[in-house]
């Protein structure tokens, strides 16, 4: 499996952005996908994490703001970015866990706000 995620860039403090992350190499229909960003010297924390049919989580910080979603059609999920803070500058990576736990990345990308 390959995930390509998208939609990074730099704006301003209260902008939208919209990542992308579209997979290729296996159905990830089922799959818990997820989206996670670290931050200079820090550690790479979760921000959004979708479970289907089950339960959608996102880091205390970004609800109400964030909004993760999928389309199995295109294989593809997504992080809607509302109100962004510069708090929120990071590189920002899709992830993708199978049934059997393996964890598969995107190559990051970067998500700059400014003030």
């Known amino acids: 499996v390959q995930l390509q995620a998208s939609g990074g860039g730099s704006v301003q403090a209260g902008d939208s952005l919209r990542l992308s992350c579209a997979a290729s190499?296996?159905?990830?229909?089922?799959?818990?996908t997820s989206w996670y960003r670290q931050a200079p010297g820090r550690k790479r924390e979760l921000v959004a994490i979708?479970?289907?049919?089950?339960?959608?989580q996102y880091l205390y910080s970004v609800r109400g703001r964030f909004t993760i979603s999928r389309d199995n059609g295109k294989k593809s999920w997504y992080l809607q970015m509302n109100s962004l803070k510069p708090e929120d500058t990071a590189v920002y990576y899709c992830?993708?866990?199978?049934?059997?736990?393996?964890?598969?990345w995107g190559q990051g990308t970067q998500v700059t706000v400014s003030s």
């Open positions: 992830m993708a866990k199978d049934p059997s736990h393996n964890n598969y």
């Open positions: 190499g296996s159905d990830v229909g089922s799959w818990d």
């Open positions: 979708h479970n289907p049919g089950t339960y959608t």
